[in-house]
């Protein structure tokens, strides 16, 4: 007889009894009472789960996942920022997003790679394009977005270098396409922005799945906050006007997507939101963010520009609400696949309302 690791997960089978004439009583034949679920838990299954154990599997996501979610905003929301700055002349503004582009994709990069385990794990990714996987598709746009932010941050690295970079006749090339590249960041920021919330949508997980249609929304102005709140801490506010601006919006945009979507969810998947850490991270989230949006109106003013110190606490105080907001959503999401309550009374509450509709022949409802 040989054993399993899932053999703990076995129900217990009743003693065999032996007649006579070598019958068995007990049996999964006519009249047997050994069930695979005893009556007992076939009744609570709807609200248990298989033996109080998960419906749906989580994904084997660490913290780097989490970490990369909140570099993977403030990359994308630097690189519409540099391209901004670069269209209306803010060259200290531009060359501290394009900087700080750069240096959050290159870390969200590493920590994508340490999540997966092995360098080439990522590369293996690059050989084909699905469009129909939003890990395929990011997976591009991190490197579409690496590569123009790269150019245009290697021009900037060269100007504050005194064009000492050994490059040779390339820096006539590099000069040309700095400009065509930035913008290049540009478009692909936005979307790198957000397409790590349609990721999560694409999930089984309950609360994931179910905040799916709002959730892009929620990231990208976390990442508008993120980014704007970077470059105050980096930027002169002489020049930090448009990234004082993106960061009030995304502020604005933060919080409302954030109770926009709260309210649309199904009152079951929503919970993970409000309880435990992801709770306790939500809440510090919007109060860190409100905080961060005043401070960066106030450091607008002529108080403001005389003391940098307010813009640059404004700033980071809306890097850590980004930061809140965006382990908080990963947390919830991990924390509702281990309850199968978070995947089956939403399930039925749709049932219920797709029969009320009168949907009755198709293959949910007819079952």
Known sequence: MTSSDFDQFRPPRPERRRGGKGKRRGGRGRGGDDLMVPQAQVEHLDSRGYYGHPVVKAPPWEKEIAAYLVLGGIAGGSGVLAAGAQLTGRMRLRRNARLAGLGAAGAGALALVADLGRPERFLHMMRTFKVTSPMSVGSWILMGYSGMIG?????????????RLPLGPLRPVLRAVEAPAGLGGAVFGAPLAAYTAILLGDTAMPTWHDMHRDLPFVFVSSASLAAGGLALVTTPAAEAGPARNLAVLGVIGDVAATRIMESRMDPVAVEPLHDGLPGTLMRWAEGLAVVGGLGALV??????????????????????????????????GMNSAQDPRYTIEPQKRRLAERRAAGIIDDSITGL
Do not use: Q
């Open 299 to 332: 450091s607008g003013g002529r108080a403001g520009r005389r003391n940098r110190l307010i813009a640059a606490l404004s700033g980071a105080t809306l890097v850590a609400a980004s930061t809140c907001t965006r382990f908080g959503v990963f947390h919830a």
């Open 151 to 163: 150019v245009a941050a290697a021009g900037e690295v060269d100007r504050l270098l005194g064009e």
